[in-house]
């Protein structure tokens, strides 16, 4: 399984990566201290393995970790190989996908642990929707999987609630329904850390659009601005929340329609 993966290779890592598998299938698993020493050596050739755009190498791969996650002795590798199941979720070719999803859901609902929320809260936010659409699904079922106080947590609580927070606002219909039912569960297994969410989540939204005011100061006018001897002041209203005070000084040119005045310009922030 070490071997470098060539042409003349790779289907030697494949036979090694089957008798992995073979091994846990037949009884290995009854011995984790072996295993776990085991596997753990072998997690970096098993995730090139993985990784490997040989659709029959990373089948095989994939077959080995769905393997290992069906004992709950085997919790605490099973992470070692979700970021690379999550990166096979953005592959075009939905063999890899399917296999990749199959074997992620698996883990989770064969060896439940709060150890499998980071790698999948990280997930929400990446760019392939598919890989948001498995990652979100996958905190779904952890939340279904596991007791409340798995993650009556504050660590665990706030993945949760980033979770909810991205997968709610996200560009993908799917993708937001199912931050919606995250959310629904969130509500059923820790009522008052979700409360309390919910509050903070309202309190954010009513003060993120400040309100806008006008200003109040008069426009006070006296005589046309033409007129000779004028005296005018002008307090304007912008759309950007400012007073424009113009003050005309002096006429410049003749009167009439077509004269011409001078003023100063004064800008005052709006109260």
């Known amino acids: 399984m070490s071997l470098p993966e060539t042409t003349d290779s790779w289907n030697t890592i494949e036979q090694g990566v089957l008798q992995l598998a073979n091994c846990c299938n037949i009884g290995g698993c009854n011995f984790p201290t072996e295993m776990l020493a085991g596997i753990r050596s072998l997690a970096r050739p098993l995730n090139v393995a993985i990784n490997s755009k040989r659709s029959r190498l990373s089948g095989a791969a994939v077959e080995s970790v769905t ?9 605490s590798i099973i ?26 859901f ?25 890989v948001r659409i498995v990652a979100a699904e996958g905190v779904l079922l952890c939340l279904n999987s596991l007791d409340a106080p798995k993650f009556d947590h504050d660590t665990r609580a706030h993945l949760i609630e980033d979770v909810i ?5 996200d560009a993908s219909a799917e993708v937001r329904t199912v ?18 969410f919910i509050a903070r989540q309202d309190a954010t939204a009513s003060g993120s659009v400040p309100p806008v005011r006008s200003c109040s100061r008069p426009t006070e006018a006296k005589r046309d601005c033409f ?5 005018r002041t002008l ?3 912008t759309d950007r929340g400012f007073c424009i005070s113009v003050e005309p000084k ?10 011409r005045c001078q003023g100063r310009f004064d800008t005052f922030e709006a109260m």
């Open 106 to 130: 698996a883990a989770i609902q064969n060896s439940p642990s709060p150890s499998l929320l980071p790698s999948l809260a990280k997930s929400v936010s990446h760019k392939s929707a598919s």
């Open 165 to 169: 927070n991205s997968t709610t606002r």
């Open 227 to 231: 007129g000779v001897g004028t005296s």
């Open 67 to 75: 393997a290992l996650g069906l004992g709950l002795s085997f919790q």
């Open 179 to 196: 931050g919606r039912e995250i959310l629904e569960v969130y509500k059923t297994i820790l009522p008052k850390r979700a409360a309390s």
């Open 235 to 237: 307090v304007l209203s």
């Open 79 to 104: 992470p070692l190989f979700f970021p690379s199941l999550i990166g096979l979720c953005a592959r075009t070719n939905k063999v890899f996908t399917r296999r990749a999803k199959a074997c992620i």
């Open 250 to 259: 002096a006429v410049v040119g003749r009167t009439g329609p077509k004269a």
